[in-house]
């Protein structure tokens, strides 16, 4: 299903252009218009999925086996020394497209990007706290 007004909608049906690196009969992968490095890219599926926790599990599969080739693929076209693979799931966690989406960020050594968070300290009790809440 299609979401009539969402952008990336368009963009993976093919209604807007993008620099489309990949595109299959579920996704597209897309290089980011405000990338955070040079060959940031964008995983995108065809479908309408706001989040992971609306993604199918077929879905989620395909996604992260399309993830591996176009890491795979980028480190050996850009000679990226590393590479991060980020998803954001609502506004709190960044999220500003509202249609499921991977990115797919190249490293380079010298690249001044900053992807991480500060370590906390949590005490022993906090993270058997923790743990007893979402074991499963
Ligand atoms: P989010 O913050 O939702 O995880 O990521 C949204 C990403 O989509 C951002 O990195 C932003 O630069 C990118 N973006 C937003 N609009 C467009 C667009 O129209 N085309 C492309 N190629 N990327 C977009
Ligand atoms: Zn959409």
Same mark, same amino acid.
């Given at each position: 299903?299609?979401?009539?007004?969402c952008?990336f909608c368009?963009?993976?049906?093919?209604?807007?252009?993008?620099?489309?690196?990949?595109?299959?009969?579920? *996704?597209?992968?897309?290089?980011? @218009?405000?990338?955070? =490095?040079?060959?940031? #890219?964008? %995983? !995108?599926? /065809?479908?309408h *999925?706001?989040?992971?926790?609306? @993604?199918?599990?077929? =879905?989620?599969?395909? #996604?992260? %086996? !399309?993830? /591996?080739?176009?890491?795979?693929?980028?480190?050996?076209?850009?000679?990226?020394?590393?590479?991060?693979?980020?998803?954001?799931?609502?506004?709190?966690?960044?999220?500003?497209v509202f249609h499921f989406?991977?990115?797919?960020?190249?490293?380079?050594?010298?690249?001044?990007?900053?992807?991480?968070?500060?370590?906390?300290?949590?005490?022993?009790?906090?993270?058997?706290?923790?743990?007893?809440?979402?074991?499963?």
């Open positions: 299903m299609k979401n009539e007004n952008i368009k963009i993976a049906n093919g209604e807007i252009p993008s620099k489309t690196l990949y595109e299959d009969d579920l *996704f597209r992968v897309i290089l980011d @218009l405000g990338p955070a =490095t040079k060959g940031h #890219a964008l %995983i !995108l599926p /065809k479908e *999925f706001a989040n992971l926790y609306e @993604l199918p599990d077929d =879905t989620a599969a395909r #996604a992260m %086996i !399309l993830a /591996k080739k176009m890491a795979a693929l980028m480190k050996d076209r850009l000679g990226c020394d590393g590479l991060n693979v980020i998803q954001n799931n609502g506004e709190t966690a960044g999220q500003t989406h991977m990115h797919l960020i190249p490293r380079y050594e010298d690249d001044g990007q900053k992807i991480g968070w500060e370590p906390g300290k949590p005490k022993e009790e906090e993270l058997e706290e923790i743990r007893k809440r979402i074991v499963c």
